[in-house]
């Protein structure tokens, strides 16, 4: 089977599919990038950010902007300070153009050539994650992303009727390369909307059964950690998972094979595998090698260079055929510290936290105290243990655990310093989020961001509210809440983060302050813009804790295309 983005470009095949199951065919969806990409050309710019929740518009400014010779900057997100940033550098949002300005009439669609050329011209840009520090462009060429797509399907035995269901965002290369481009290149199919819970999973799964057609599912680490045996897939071929490492005991949950994919921004895919303690099987078009310090090396025609690229990763490789060298990841070479002329491997001293009866998840890291460099430790506790966490003073309950290790750890390597949560916090594309991790032994302004998801006009925040947070001090010593005034103040943070129209709050509507808000609890924050009004809703399960609206002034909006 052919698997060229060029091949279906006449096709009658439905290639997108809308939440009430309409479809959009290739060559309705191409004719309407050449249309677009003529608005698009006209625009004087020669780079532009994009960022469109709705997968299918994605799709189509994508190949436009690319079309129209533009060079194309997948947005991770678009907050304020992302779009300040951008516009300083002369980089605006791209949007759909108004097809009534055309002065070249109507795009004729036999004239649409993505012939070699175009491919090595055409110039993608992707944030890494930032989750280890200043978010780094990578490079890639249309080129690249299509080997990489070829890849992918010489590597899975996918059904030509199957098709794409995501719970990852489009945004990031992972949601984009199998969401996406693999059925735009293969002439398979995508549904349109990501999708949040595994119940949400299986209700699409049951409602595509009209279709006839069987699918795969694109997740992530954090989602499949949620499933539970009683959510069964139907008419599944496998699931995919990548963004982070896949815990081991996820897979008996579900009835389908679950294939986790290594890969980076840098390298892009590099290899997959079927068992939680598998060797990685490399991808088709990927070549690996173990470099100096046993660090793993990657060569491919996928990624942004054509040498070899060190990943970071230690690695023991075997070979265990005559195609592919198969191999086993055993660390980040980062994760070895020294701490005062001391080696540490931060990986294995995770692995001793992570047997004590009272962890469920950990994460180490170095921190700065008076001057120095000491260990600190974000923790999960099993619901025992947190139950004992809320019965006891903090201090008493973390020399319990210090005590415990110093039977597995020497003193240096056990943290001195402790914070503990429901989950580990994770940025929006479910990869760890270390940047929040070091700022909880920092002085702490705003409750923790566990997960976040936005659209265009909402957003909605897992929050967890530590003892930690500044709030809670002074409100009151026997019983410490969170007062409304410091409610109203992490929502403007929040919001003016996220929309970049908002100036500053002058008024408020409809305030409601209806139940309390104590350490440790764990809240959803929805959010909904209309204009210069921001609705809030702060909530559990069971109950509303606090709703209104607040009232901003708008600034000068940074012009957007």
């Keep these: 089977m052919s698997c060229h983005f060029q091949t279906h470009i006449f096709s009658s095949h439905v290639?997108?599919?809308?939440?009430?199951l309409s479809g959009i065919a290739f060559r309705e969806f191409w004719q309407d990038v050449g249309q677009q990409s003529l608005a698009i050309a006209q625009l004087q710019a020669e780079q532009y950010a994009l960022w469109e929740n709705d997968s299918h518009e994605f799709l189509v400014l994508f190949f436009a902007a690319l079309l129209a010779n533009k060079q194309v900057l997948i947005a991770p997100h678009r907050v304020k300070a992302l779009e300040e940033e951008l516009a300083q550098q002369g980089i605006h949002f791209l949007s759909r153009q108004s097809e009534s300005l055309l002065e070249n009439g109507t795009f004729e669609l036999q004239h649409l050539d993505l012939n070699e050329q175009f491919l090595q011209?055409?110039?993608?840009?992707?944030?890494t994650s930032g989750s280890t520090g200043q978010p780094k462009k990578i490079p890639r060429t249309l080129r690249q992303l299509l080997n990489e797509v070829q890849g992918l399907d010489q590597s899975f035995d996918l059904l030509q009727d199957s098709i794409a269901i995501a719970?990852?965002?489009?945004?990031?290369?992972?949601?984009?390369?199998?969401?996406?481009?693999?059925?735009?290149a293969s002439g398979r199919s995508f549904y349109i909307p990501q999708l949040a819970f595994p119940e949400d999973v299986v209700a699409v799964q049951q409602k595509l059964k009209h279709l006839q057609c069987k699918n795969y599912v694109i997740s992530s680490p954090a989602l499949l950690k949620r499933w539970t045996r009683d959510v069964v897939l139907q008419d599944c071929q496998s699931v995919y998972s990548s963004g982070g490492k896949l815990e081991s005991g996820i897979r008996p949950h579900l009835n389908r094979p679950v294939v986790e994919v290594l890969g980076s921004s840098e390298t892009g895919g590099i290899a997959h595998r079927q068992q939680d303690d598998a060797l990685w099987t490399p991808f088709a078009n990927v070549n690996i090698r173990m470099a100096e310090h046993e660090e793993l090396a990657v060569q491919t025609n996928h990624a942004f260079t054509e040498d070899w690229i060190l990943t970071g990763d230690r690695v023991s490789v075997r070979d265990a055929t005559c195609l592919k060298t198969l191999f086993q990841l055993s660390g980040r070479l980062?994760?070895?510290?020294?701490?005062?002329?001391?080696?540490?491997?931060?990986d294995a001293i995770e692995h001793k936290i992570l047997t004590l009866d009272e962890i469920a998840e950990c994460?180490?890291?170095?921190?700065?105290?008076?001057?120095?460099?000491?260990?600190?430790?974000?923790?999960?506790?099993?619901?025992?243990?947190q139950h004992v966490l809320m019965q006891q003073n903090k201090a008493q309950f973390v020399a319990k655990l210090k005590q415990q290790l110093t039977e597995q750890l020497e003193t240096i390597a056990i943290p001195r310093q402790w914070r503990f949560l429901s989950q580990l916090p994770r940025n929006s594309q479910s990869k760890l989020n270390k940047q929040m991790m070091q700022s909880l032994f920092q002085p702490l302004l705003t409750p923790v961001v566990l997960s976040q998801t936005y659209t265009e006009e909402s957003a909605q925040y897992l929050l967890e509210f530590p003892p930690e947070l500044a709030c809670f001090k002074g409100h009151f010593p026997n019983l410490p809440i969170y007062a409304g005034v410091g409610q109203i103040g992490f929502i403007q943070h929040f919001a003016k983060q996220l929309w970049t129209a908002?100036?500053?709050?002058?008024?408020?509507?409809?305030?409601?302050?209806?139940d309390l808000i104590k350490p440790y609890a764990v809240v959803?924050?929805?959010?909904?813009r209309q204009l210069h009004k921001v609705h809030f809703e702060l909530y559990t399960q069971d109950?509303?804790?606090?709703?209104g609206r607040l009232l901003f002034m708008l600034q000068q909006q940074t012009d957007t295309v």
């Design 15 to 20: 290639l997108s599919i809308r939440d009430d």
């Design 121 to 127: 011209q055409a110039q993608v840009y992707f944030y």
């Design 167 to 184: 719970t990852v965002s489009h945004q990031h290369i992972y949601g984009l390369l199998f969401k996406l481009l693999l059925p735009l």
């Design 334 to 346: 980062d994760r070895l510290i020294k701490l005062e002329e001391k080696r540490l491997s931060l």
């Design 363 to 385: 994460h180490v890291l170095v921190t700065q105290k008076d001057h120095r460099q000491i260990l600190a430790c974000v923790a999960v506790l099993t619901a025992s243990a």
């Design 502 to 514: 908002l100036d500053w709050c002058n008024g408020y509507e409809q305030l409601k302050f209806q």
């Design 524 to 528: 959803q924050l929805k959010l909904q």
């Design 543 to 547: 109950k509303t804790l606090a709703s």
